[in-house]
């Protein structure tokens, strides 16, 4: 089974005190912020607890993000170099407009590797589509790299690009979600939701995580450490899928052992994509468990 | 390397730490600390900050410390970014692997 990454919590880079405790919380991945949430005067110090924190052993465990700035900002560059030497598993690019955006970044990232003595390509690489030039270039750009691990939506810059504002149905993103989670399938990568930013509003919170798995993305990025268990309740199977998914599979391996290809459960065909999602169904449930 | 001008990094927040670098003249290093965790641990923070600025190869400096509670990781970032901060970016530049 791949990776899960149902729940990215975002972690300001410049607050000591987050950076200090958040190994506590059990997202699938945490994703420190060098980006939006740092004030310009605040990059450089904010690069550097980032780059200490990532290598507390507290954090070993867990999968590390880390939004970077720009490429072509003053600060990305060092951002990627202090990143990488520090041993981060995924570097985020922020508002990825095109393929070129990704190649540049991957470039840079390279030659940091190879001066560090880190394994080439051992830096994994995840793209925010945060404009309309970005969702149009969408399938490019989840293409254009092996780094890549997935896209990701960036809501609010993109609303504000495309002259609006986010609504509760979500309706202003469809087309941008739809693009990004179609790219990233054709490329055979993961698909990431933009977050949740009222972090009071639980029921809206489970409402457009509800949206959003039905939609098929792998996950959400999150701003508050209490959207974790909400969100991975969303994603665990509910007891009736569990048990339909044992009889799909029960049923597919007698069917298998008196060598038929298809098989029947109460006048249902089960053939190969029901009985792979069964499966997959089953996966779910033993790392998300059951929903309640 | 000799530090010629004064620099700050950090905050008063609880978890974290405000450090304040001054020159001096000498070579000597001089460590001011007020931390709320002094009588447990204010011998370590000495010895950290001392080691940071070694690797770094600095002297002739006065390292002022207020401490919230900051884990060693948050003391070594600030130490380095007001050093930074004092000197220029050729001090990361040329020291990564001190850091």
């Known amino acids: ?46 690069r550097l607890l980032v780059f ?55 470039r840079h990232i390279l030659q940091v590797e190879r001066k560090c003595g880190r394994a080439e390509g051992s830096t994994r690489m995840m793209a ?87 939609l098929g993305f792998d996950g959400k990025s999150l701003i508050n450490p209490r959207q974790i268990e909400l969100l991975h309740n969303v994603f665990a199977p509910t007891r009736k899928e569990v048990g339909n998914a044992r009889l799909i599979i029960e049923a597919a391996e007698n069917a298998s052992r008196q060598g038929l290809g298809v098989v029947s459960l109460n006048g249902k065909m089960i053939d190969a994509p029901i009985i792979e999602r069964a499966r997959w169904v089953l996966q779910r449930a033993e790392a998300s468990g059951i929903r309640q | 390397m000799k530090i010629i001008q004064q620099s700050h990094a950090g905050t008063l927040e609880s978890g974290d730490v405000l450090i304040r670098i001054q020159p001096i003249d000498s070579h000597q290093v001089e460590i001011e600390l007020e931390s709320v965790v002094e009588k447990q641990f204010g011998d370590a923070i000495r010895r950290l900050i001392h080691d940071t600025l070694h690797k770094l190869s600095i002297e002739g400096v006065r390292v002022i410390v207020e401490d919230k509670g900051a ?9 380095q970014a007001a ?12 020291n990564w692997g001190a850091l």
């Not at chain 2, 884990?71 to 130490?79: G, K, P, S």
């Open chain 1, 52 to 106: 200490h924190a990532l290598q507390m052993p507290l954090y070993k465990n867990v999968e590390k993000v880390v939004r970077v700035n720009p490429i072509d900002s003053p600060y990305g560059k060092l951002d990627v170099e202090a990143m990488v030497r520090a041993g981060v598993d995924v570097i985020r690019l922020p508002k990825t407009d095109s393929a070129e955006d990704i190649l540049e970044m991957e």
């Open chain 2, 71 to 79: 884990l060693d990781c948050v003391i070594r970032a600030r130490v």
């Open chain 1, 128 to 214: 925010a589509i945060e404009s309309a030039q970005g969702v149009i270039n969408a399938p490019e750009i989840a293409k254009s790299s092996r780094r890549l691990i997935g896209i990701a939506l960036g809501a609010e810059d993109y609303v504000r690009d495309i002259r609006t504002e986010r609504s509760p149905d979500g309706i202003e993103l469809m087309f941008a979600r739809c693009s990004i989670l179609q790219a990233a399938r054709a490329a055979g990568i993961a698909a990431f939701d933009t977050v949740y930013s009222n972090a009071n509003n639980e029921e809206g919170f489970i409402h457009e995580a509800e949206h959003i798995k039905q």
């Open chain 2, 83 to 94: 050093l930074i901060r004092a000197t220029g970016t050729q001090l990361l530049d040329l």
């Open chain 1, 1 to 46: 089974m791949s990776k899960l990454r149902r729940s990215m919590l975002f972690v300001p880079g410049a607050n000591a005190a987050m950076l200090s405790n958040s190994f506590i919380y059990s997202p699938d991945a945490l994703m420190f912020d060098l980006e939006d949430s740092v004030a310009i005067t605040e990059k450089d110090t904010a």
